[in-house]
């Protein structure tokens, strides 16, 4: 009698166990969707993708700018190839770690870039292409925030 309440507290303490590992491996986005690491890889190249896109339209739109060859534009060209690298770096986290969560850090510092970006780009009139392409990426980053369970980009 005694081995078999033995027997069913430990299959009780064990599907209990796997229960929570199972629940926390499943990382749940904006209503309650599951993101599986694959859905998170692509996610994080459609952001890469847009992030390359964005750098090179916002270089040639500040060239065509009042603040071409002034200091302030190096410096947001500067920050502009920064959040690409960001991008690469989160990139080549995600590559290397099992889990995505992992990765979490490097999404930050994604977004506080970014975050600097969007004050640029919430604040100047530039072309409408660079404009759409900064909707576009900040959308992907604002998805990528939720996934992360993070803060996402203002927009306005």
Known sequence: MISFRRFSVAITFLLVVSSFTLVLAQR????????????????????????????????????KSALDGSNREDRLNERAKDLEKAMDKLRSE????????????????????????????LRRSLRANVE????????????LASVYYLPGLRAG
């Open 28 to 63: 749940r986005g904006p209503h309650g969707k599951i993101w599986t690491k694959p859905e998170v890889d692509q996610l994080i190249k459609n952001a890469e993708d847009r992030s390359d896109s964005f750098v090179k339209l916002f270089d040639k739109a500040l060239d």
């Open 94 to 121: 995600f590559d290397h770690k099992e889990n995505y969560p992992e990765t979490k850090p490097e999404m930050v510092k994604v977004l506080n870039i970014a975050s600097e970006i969007n004050g640029v780009m």
């Open 132 to 143: 759409e392409e900064w909707l576009f990426l900040r959308r992907e980053l604002n998805i």
